[in-house]
C-alpha cells in the first residue's frame, strides 16, 4: 500500500518538502525514530545539540550505557551526528549545527551560563547584581560569556549591564535563517522514518510536528534554531 503523508500538497509546496513518490512506508523494523526512547533522545539533542553522553542521560532519566546504544542507532541511521570536542564525543542533529559551533553551543549548555543569557536575551540591560541574585550566576561566568563574545558590558555608573552581543546576535540570525533549511530536513526525515508529520505550526525557532508512533498520535516540539536559548526547555543538569 502506498505511504500516505500526513502532509497535504500546499503545505509540501509551502515547506519545500519533496512528495513520497508513492514509495511504501518503512517497516517499524527498518525505522529508528518509531521508538519512544529514541525519540526523545532525538528531541533532546535538537533542544541541546553538542550535549555528550552522561548529559543526555540524566535528562532523559536513562543510563549512559543505554543513551549510548541508541546514539549508535541514530548516527547509523544518518539523523544523527558525532564529533569529538574537547576530549569527549558530542552528538547533534544532523544538519543542524556547523561543526565550528559546537563548542560554543556545549558551553551554553552549562545551566549557569544559559541561564544568564536567556536572561539577558529577554531582558538587555540587566545588571549583575540582577543576574546574580538566587540563579548561580557569578561575574566570573558573566565575565566568561563576555570573552566569548556572547554578552556585551557597557559601565552605568557603578553598576555593569549586560546585553547580547552584536556577534552573537548576527550568529543567532544566521541560524535563524538556517532553520528554514533544517525544518525541511526534519520533516523529510520524520517522513521517512513512517511517522506520517503533519506541521502544526512553525517559525523560526520551532517546529511543532505531530507524528503517530505505530496507532498512537504525539506532538513534538523540535528546535530548529540553537542558538535561541530563550525558547529551549530549561538546560541540562550542570
Not at 546576535?169 to 511517522?195: M, Q, S, T
Not at 504525539?218 to 526547555?233: I, M, W, Y
Request: proline share 8%.
Amino acid at each position: 500500500m502506498a505511504h500516505k503523508s500526513g502532509l497535504g500538497p500546499a503545505l509540501r509546496r509551502m515547506m519545500g518538502v519533496a512528495p513520497p513518490a508513492g514509495r511504501e512506508a518503512p517497516r517499524a523494523a527498518e525505522t529508528v525514530l518509531m521508538n519512544d526512547t529514541r525519540l526523545r533522545i532525538f528531541r533532546l539533542l535538537c533542544n541541546r545539540p553538542g550535549a555528550p553522553v552522561r548529559q543526555l542521560g540524566r535528562e532523559a532519566h536513562i543510563a549512559p550505557p543505554s543513551v549510548l546504544w541508541h546514539l549508535g542507532k541514530l548516527v547509523g541511521s544518518g539523523a544523527v551526528s558525532r564529533a569529538e570536542l574537547c576530549g569527549r564525543t558530542v552528538y547533534y542533529p544532523s544538519g543542524m549545527v556547523a561543526p565550528a559551533d559546537l563548542e560554543l553551543l556545549a558551553l551554553l549548555g552549562d545551566g549557569a551560563r544559559a541561564s544568564a543569557v536567556r536572561r539577558v536575551l529577554e531582558s538587555p540591560g540587566l545588571a549583575q547584581a540582577e543576574l546574580s541574585g538566587g540563579k548561580g550566576v557569578s561575574g566570573r561566568t558573566l565575565g566568561g560569556l563576555a570573552s566569548l563574545g556572547v554578552l556585551a558590558v557597557v559601565r552605568d555608573g557603578r553598576h555593569r549591564r549586560y546585553y547580547p552581543a552584536p556577534a552573537f546576535l548576527r550568529k543567532k540570525g544566521l541560524y535563524e535563517r538556517r532553520a528554514g533549511r533544517f525544518r525541511r530536513h526534519l520533516l523529510a526525515l520524520l517522513e521517512r522514518e513512517g511517522l506520517s508529520p503533519e506541521a502544526e505550526r512553525y517559525n523560526s525557532t520551532f517546529l511543532d510536528v505531530r507524528v503517530r508512533l505505530g496507532t498512537r498520535p504525539e506532538s513534538l516540539r523540535l528546535l530548529c534554531n540553537p542558538f535561541a536559548l530563550e525558547a529551549r526547555d530549561g538546560p541540562l543538569s550542570p
